[in-house]
């Protein structure tokens, strides 16, 4: 059974940083591509960042380009976002997903996601 259990959310005030981690268990993480997606109150959900399953390509939302970093420890089994000059439009809870084969390309399309986190609150003051 595959488990992807986020971590680190919690209240920044506007500028600040926030470094979120995805522990994977119950697949082989070296062979998939992850991502995070974010949903606000109200909106739809929102693709932010991707990471390929060799690590070496990484993809991001424009809103956060710049600003969000996404990379992956295949020791630890964990995919990480760190977020810096955060925003109080960033505000929303951050997923974890994972696509749905080994091998499969990452993808900035938030339904091409299989498996999926329970979710992390991050909240930005202003």
């Known amino acids: 059974q595959v488990q992807l259990v986020e971590s680190g959310g919690g209240l920044v005030q506007a500028g600040g940083s926030l470094s979120l981690s995805c522990a994977a268990s119950?697949?082989?993480?070296?062979?998939?591509?992850m991502g995070w997606v974010r949903q606000a109150p109200g909106k739809e959900r929102e693709f932010v960042a991707a990471?390929?399953?060799?690590?070496?390509?990484?993809y991001y939302a424009d809103s956060v380009k710049g600003r969000f970093t996404i990379s992956r420890d295949y020791a630890k089994n964990t995919v990480y976002l760190q977020m810096n000059s955060l925003k109080p439009e960033d505000t929303a809870v951050y997923y974890c997903?994972?696509?749905?084969?080994?091998?499969?390309?990452?993808?900035?399309?938030?339904?091409?996601?299989?498996?999926w986190g329970q979710g992390t609150q991050v909240t930005v003051s202003s």
């Open positions: 997903a994972g696509r749905g084969r080994p091998y499969y390309s990452a993808s900035v399309e938030d339904l091409e996601y299989h498996y």
């Open positions: 990471i390929s399953w060799r690590g070496g390509s990484t």
């Open positions: 119950g697949l082989t993480f070296s062979m998939y591509a």
